[in-house]
């Protein structure tokens, strides 16, 4: 199978999974706000799909997310088939993605460090003190 046509359907089945969260995952008490589907690997069989999934907040909250979408896995699933109509529906195996998190810590360590930096206060020439 052309590399493409995973791309295409690696993403496909990502926005699937994340426009049916609101319509599958209701009642709950976890703001859905908080979670992004990052990326979808689905197997050349079609037959597993490996989901990225980041969560803005703790390790509580995440714990608790991914939780609840192993619990609701088979009606996302149903969701895809019904919409996607592929031949074989990939069984959804969700897992933390952190590398939000470990962007907005770099983040956070450069822009600490734009006042550290010497010569970059605007003095005589831009020399240090």
Avoid: C, W
Avoid at 23 to 47: A, K, N, W, Y
């Amino acid at each position: 199978m052309s590399n493409d046509r995973m791309v295409r359907v690696n993403e496909l089945v990502r926005r699937e999974i994340g426009t049916a969260l609101y319509r599958v995952v209701t009642g709950e008490q976890i703001d859905l706000s908080v979670v992004t589907i990052t990326r979808v690997i689905t197997s050349p069989t079609f037959r597993d799909a490996r989901v990225s999934v980041s969560v803005r907040g703790d390790d509580a909250l995440r714990e608790r997310v991914l939780k609840l979408l192993r619990r609701h896995r088979g009606e996302l699933q149903e969701t895809i088939a019904k919409n996607l109509g592929f031949k074989y529906t990939p069984k959804l195996h969700f897992e933390a993605d952190l590398s939000i998190e470990k962007g907005d810590h770099i983040l956070d360590i450069l822009h600490g460090m734009d006042g550290d930096v010497p010569g970059a206060g605007g003095g005589e020439g831009g020399e240090p003190a």
